[in-house]
């Protein structure tokens, strides 16, 4: 008893700890994006006019999800918006939580304890929660379906990823891991799940979802300058270098680089069954390769983060995560020339890099005892509850 109250002690002494830290340092931005899907909705659903016409009073943000997206916030459009914020908060505790626990749930409650108070003042999970994000949602998603439904007994399998798809198109690089590992029965329901979602939602706003596909998909002016420091894609970098001429050449080469050694490094996850490395490093990779990956989308990192402390790279998994805590970039912002300027306002993007190559492959996560997988049976192999050297 004792002990377990110690225990105790210490996971809310970090909450604790964490949230001060976050009362310190964190930047309070009013829950903008969950604002501005809350307006976008009402103006939409009330007959104000069109979805992506809508524009936030004092800003030049508009939605900028696809259709889908819409019809499954629809219910914003009968919720009182304090109702809104309580919802999205609690979503994304739940998600947070589901993905911690799925990834390293048999180390026990003490060490999932103490990474989910940690998280509180990592900043990619700080953002994504004031800013009202539903980036942890979509990880949540496609976290169940690759380390629950993904199995050649399971006729689900690709039904979330597809979902998260048909909800956020950067998701659409996990279809691209099922084909590229030879899960195609999965690959094509994911993108079933994806194309019918996208067709009904077509169907129900024809006006919507083209102005979607052929406007405001390749705007990205809609979501601000590339070169601004919080997009830590390889875009964000280049844009950086040059932000008048941003070359797409040295951002070509650099996209073929990194997609060769994830279908490398993925490739050689799955054929040692550790689907949850092809997790994670598909969803380093994303945001990567996305055009904008601002800094609550880097919430994709925890799944690495998470595997490092699991596989015995504590020290490295907590370098990355002190980083990931200290708003560096923010220093550099608008002051990106210079060796010094490069290095610091690109710093989060050198994060997953690292993370790129240093994500452990192992054969332990084929079968886990907190779910079915592709190798021996229900019950799965039991694993030592200690970090392992």
């Given at each position: 008893?004792?002990?377990?109250?110690?225990?105790i002690?210490?996971?809310?002494?970090l909450?604790?700890?964490?949230?001060?830290?976050?009362?310190a340092?964190?930047?309070?931005?009013?829950f903008f994006?969950?604002?501005?899907?809350?307006?976008?909705?009402?103006?939409w659903?009330?007959?104000?006019?069109e979805?992506y016409?809508?524009?936030?009073?004092?800003?030049t943000?508009?939605f900028?999800?696809?259709?889908?997206?819409?019809?499954?916030?629809?219910?914003?459009?009968?919720?009182?918006w304090p109702?809104?914020?309580v919802?999205?908060?609690?979503?994304?505790?739940?998600a947070?939580?589901?993905?911690?626990?799925?990834?390293i749930?048999?180390?026990?409650?003490?060490?999932?304890g103490?990474?989910l108070?940690?998280?509180?003042?990592?900043?990619?999970?700080?953002?994504?929660?004031?800013?009202?994000q539903?980036n942890?949602?979509?990880?949540?998603?496609?976290?169940?379906?690759?380390l629950?439904?993904?199995?050649?007994?399971?006729?689900?399998?690709?039904?979330?990823?597809?979902l998260?798809?048909a909800?956020?198109l950067?998701?659409?690089?996990?279809?691209?891991?099922l084909?590229?590992?030879?899960r195609?029965?999965?690959?094509?329901v994911?993108?079933g799940?994806?194309?019918?979602?996208?067709?009904?939602?077509?169907?129900?706003?024809?006006n919507?979802?083209?102005?979607?596909?052929t406007?405001?998909?390749?705007?990205t002016?809609?979501?601000g300058?590339?070169?601004?420091?919080?997009?830590?894609?390889?875009?964000?970098?280049?844009?950086?270098?040059?932000?008048?001429?941003?070359?797409?050449?040295v951002?070509?080469?650099?996209?073929?680089?990194?997609?060769?050694?994830?279908?490398?490094?993925?490739?050689r996850?799955a054929?040692?069954?550790?689907?949850?490395?092809?997790?994670?490093?598909?969803?380093l990779?994303?945001?990567?390769?996305?055009?904008?990956?601002?800094?609550?989308?880097?919430?994709?990192?925890?799944p690495?983060l998470l595997?490092l402390i699991d596989?015995?790279?504590?020290?490295l998994?907590?370098?990355?995560?002190?980083?990931?805590c200290?708003?560096l970039?923010w220093?550099?912002?608008?002051?990106?020339?210079?060796?010094?300027?490069?290095l610091?306002?690109?710093?989060?993007?050198?994060?997953?890099?690292?993370l790129?190559f240093?994500?452990?492959?192992?054969?332990?996560?084929?079968v886990?005892?907190?779910?079915?997988?592709?190798?021996a049976?229900?019950?799965?192999?039991q694993?030592?509850?200690?970090?392992?050297?």
């Amino acid at each position: 008893m004792q002990r377990r109250s110690a225990r105790i002690a210490i996971v809310v002494g970090l909450a604790v700890a964490a949230l001060a830290f976050d009362a310190a340092f964190a930047v309070r931005h009013g829950f903008f994006d969950l604002n501005v899907y809350y307006g976008a909705i009402n103006y939409w659903a009330h007959g104000h006019g069109e979805l992506y016409d809508f524009i936030r009073e004092g800003s030049t943000y508009g939605f900028t999800y696809p259709p889908f997206a819409a019809l499954a916030m629809l219910p914003m459009a009968v919720v009182p918006w304090p109702v809104v914020i309580v919802l999205s908060a609690l979503a994304t505790v739940a998600a947070t939580g589901l993905v911690v626990y799925r990834l390293i749930g048999r180390r026990g409650w003490f060490t999932v304890g103490v990474i989910l108070a940690l998280l509180i003042a990592f900043e990619p999970m700080r953002e994504t929660f004031l800013f009202g994000q539903v980036n942890m949602l979509l990880v949540a998603l496609v976290a169940a379906d690759l380390l629950v439904a993904v199995s050649g007994r399971r006729k689900w399998a690709g039904v979330g990823i597809g979902l998260a798809t048909a909800v956020k198109l950067t998701p659409g690089l996990f279809i691209i891991y099922l084909l590229i590992t030879k899960r195609f029965k999965a690959a094509f329901v994911a993108m079933g799940t994806a194309a019918a979602a996208t067709l009904v939602a077509s169907a129900i706003s024809p006006n919507a979802a083209r102005e979607f596909f052929t406007q405001a998909l390749w705007d990205t002016d809609r979501v601000g300058a590339l070169s601004f420091v919080s997009n830590q894609s390889l875009q964000g970098l280049v844009a950086r270098l040059d932000p008048a001429h941003p070359s797409r050449l040295v951002w070509l080469g650099l996209a073929v680089g990194v997609l060769v050694i994830w279908v490398v490094r993925s490739r050689r996850a799955a054929a040692m069954g550790d689907e949850a490395a092809g997790l994670a490093l598909t969803g380093l990779v994303s945001g990567l390769l996305s055009p904008v990956t601002w800094v609550h989308h880097l919430v994709w990192l925890i799944p690495a983060l998470l595997l490092l402390i699991d596989r015995g790279r504590v020290w490295l998994a907590g370098g990355l995560y002190v980083l990931l805590c200290s708003r560096l970039v923010w220093a550099f912002d608008r002051r990106f020339g210079g060796f010094w300027g490069f290095l610091g306002s690109n710093a989060y993007l050198y994060a997953s890099l690292i993370l790129l190559f240093a994500v452990p492959l192992s054969p332990r996560d084929a079968v886990t005892d907190l779910g079915v997988g592709e190798g021996a049976g229900a019950r799965g192999p039991q694993f030592p509850l200690t970090v392992r050297p």
